[in-house]
């Protein structure tokens, strides 16, 4: 039977690697999700070489209209693995005393709010899986064991987000409803930077093995890319 997976951010870096992961890999219907489609070139190239295996979807994860009318999109679907991965590195202007507090809420709004507010949007469909996940691609940035300085706008979003998520794993425990967290590791994207230390495939591909291992037990737990623990 065919499952559904749902990634969000899905036009570039990690999330695209990641639709080429489940494409690879068994018989999966894939719902990609990006602010802009039509210029999503690569993305929409690799859907067209499909036969309907990759449906891309309008979403702006900041946006409740957006997300009204992605989960409208999406109907009374199964959905089995909804993958919270769009996010933002939050701006030029967060050290103290050179501070965006705008760019900083826009920031939560994409990298905390967006993940919560997509996941209630979708958790309908989610309970129709015998096997619902819900994954968010955090980063180690928001662990407070992780000692660094400023990004006070990307780091604050990854801890909210992870506080977040352990919040939803603990309603959604009963429900048998897995949600994780995972540090994707520091990879080669245009928010990584090209000095980074793995490339998008390596990382999309042990996280997508990871996922495919997801049990009750590690529901809302915080993993590194190659599936150890991270510490908080």
């Avoid at 989960?71 to 967060?94: C, E, F, T």
């Avoid at 015998?130 to 940035?141: H, P, R, Y």
Wanted: net charge negative; proline share 3%; glycine share 8%.
């Amino acid at each position: 039977m065919t499952k559904t997976v749902v990634i969000t951010g899905a036009n570039r870096g990690i999330g695209f690697e990641l639709v080429k992961c489940y494409l690879a890999n068994g018989d999966w219907h894939i719902i990609a999700a990006c602010r802009s489609p039509e210029s999503a070139k690569a993305l929409n190239s690799l859907a067209d070489a499909t036969d309907g295996d990759i449906e891309i979807v309008q979403l702006d994860v900041a946006n409740a209209d957006s997300v009204a009318a992605f989960a409208s999109a999406i109907g009374d679907r199964k959905i089995d693995v909804l993958i919270n991965n769009a996010g933002v590195i939050g701006g030029d202007h967060q050290s103290l005393g050179d501070i965006d507090y705008d760019e900083w809420m826009e920031t939560l709004a994409i990298n905390t709010l967006g993940p919560v507010r997509v996941t209630e949007a979708l958790i309908s469909n989610i309970r129709k899986s015998d096997n619902g996940k819900i994954v968010a691609i955090s980063s180690q940035l928001g662990a407070m064991q992780y000692q660094t300085q400023g990004r006070f706008a990307y780091n604050s979003s990854k801890a909210a987000l992870n506080r977040a998520m352990t919040l939803l794993a603990s309603q959604l425990r009963s429900e048998s409803i897995i949600v994780a967290m995972y540090h994707p590791g520091w990879v080669q994207t245009d928010m990584g930077g090209q000095q980074a230390d793995i490339t998008p495939p390596e990382s999309a591909n042990s996280l997508f093995q990871c996922f495919e291992k997801l049990v009750l037990a590690d529901t809302g737990k915080f993993f590194k890319w190659n599936g150890e623990p991270h510490a908080w």
